[in-house]
């Protein structure tokens, strides 16, 4: 069974780099897909980045591609979401989620099985 905790969020400037980390627990099978949403308030669940843990495959948003990278550390059973160059746009809560059963549709919230409990990243002009 798998749980996720997201963690590195917070309040930066325009202009400014964050990376959150989604830290999971139990098993990781080599099947998983790993992503990164995020959700402003009024505003549906947002595809950002995915990578397979098996293959370190990774997809991207067009709308964050060369803006944002996703990487995972199998020895920290672990996935970073480096965010560049920020703006109030990207103001949201950020969720990391696993897709126990990847068929293809990475950008998909529904596909996801668990979801973390989200941090919050706020910024500022």
């Known amino acids: 069974q798998v749980q996720l905790v997201e963690s590195g969020g917070g309040l930066v400037q325009a202009g400014d780099s964050l990376t959150v980390a989604c830290v999971a627990s139990?098993?990781?099978?080599?099947?998983?897909?790993m992503g990164w949403f995020r959700q402003a308030p009024g505003k549906e669940r947002e595809f950002l980045a995915a990578v397979t843990w098996r293959n370190n495959r990774k997809y991207y948003a067009d709308s964050v591609k060369g803006r944002f990278t996703i990487s995972r550390v199998a020895a920290e059973n672990t996935v970073y979401l480096q965010m560049n160059n920020l703006g109030p746009e990207d103001t949201a809560n950020y969720y990391c989620?696993?897709?126990?059963?990847?068929?293809?549709?990475?950008?998909?919230?529904?596909?996801?099985?668990?979801w973390g409990q989200g941090t919050q990243v706020t910024v500022s002009s």
């Open positions: 139990g098993q990781i099978l080599s099947s998983y897909l």
């Open positions: 989620g696993v897709d126990f059963s990847f068929r293809g549709s990475y950008y998909l919230s529904t596909e996801y099985d668990v």
